[in-house]
C-alpha cells in the first residue's frame, strides 16, 4: 500500500509560479511511475505530467514549456514546478502512482492517489 500526499497549492496571480510535492510513503517509491492529474471545477479528471521509473517525462500539450515533473529517490518525493501560471490552471490537482509499466497519460492506469491539492490562478 502506498499512500500519496500533495502540497504547495495556493493562489497565485496569473503569470505567478508554485511548486507541488508529492510525498510517497513506502521503500519501492522509486519503481513507481508517477503522474500528475488535475480536475476543475465540472469537468473531468485530465492529465498534466507524467514522470517512469527511469526519469522520462510526459507533458499534456496545455503545460509543455510550463510546467517541470521531476522526482526525488532519496526523498521519495515528486514533484510539479508550474511556471507562467494561467486562470485556467486552475483545479484540485493529484498526483498518483503507478505499480508497473511506464508513465501513463490514463487515470485508469494508476493504482494509488492523493487527495488532491487546490490551485487558484486569479486573472
Known amino acids: 500500500q502506498v499512500q500519496l500526499v500533495e502540497s504547495g497549492g495556493g493562489l497565485v496571480q496569473a503569470g505567478g509560479s508554485l511548486r507541488l510535492s508529492c510525498a510517497a510513503s513506502?521503500?519501492?517509491?522509486?519503481?513507481?511511475?508517477m503522474g500528475w492529474f488535475r480536475q476543475a471545477p465540472g469537468k473531468e479528471r485530465e492529465f498534466v505530467a507524467a514522470?517512469?521509473?527511469?526519469?522520462?517525462?510526459y507533458y499534456a500539450d496545455s503545460v509543455k514549456g510550463r510546467f517541470t515533473i521531476s522526482r526525488d529517490n532519496a526523498k521519495n518525493t515528486m514533484y510539479l514546478q508550474m511556471n507562467n501560471l494561467k486562470p485556467e490552471d486552475t483545479a484540485v490537482y493529484y498526483c498518483?502512482?503507478?505499480?508497473?509499466?511506464?508513465?501513463?497519460?490514463?487515470?485508469?492506469?494508476?493504482?494509488?492517489w492523493g487527495q488532491g491539492t487546490q490551485v487558484t490562478v486569479s486573472s
Open positions: 498518483a502512482a503507478r505499480q508497473s509499466g511506464g508513465a501513463s497519460s490514463r487515470t485508469h492506469d494508476y493504482d494509488y
Open positions: 513506502g521503500r519501492t517509491f522509486s519503481s513507481y511511475s
Open positions: 514522470i517512469s521509473w527511469t526519469g522520462s517525462t
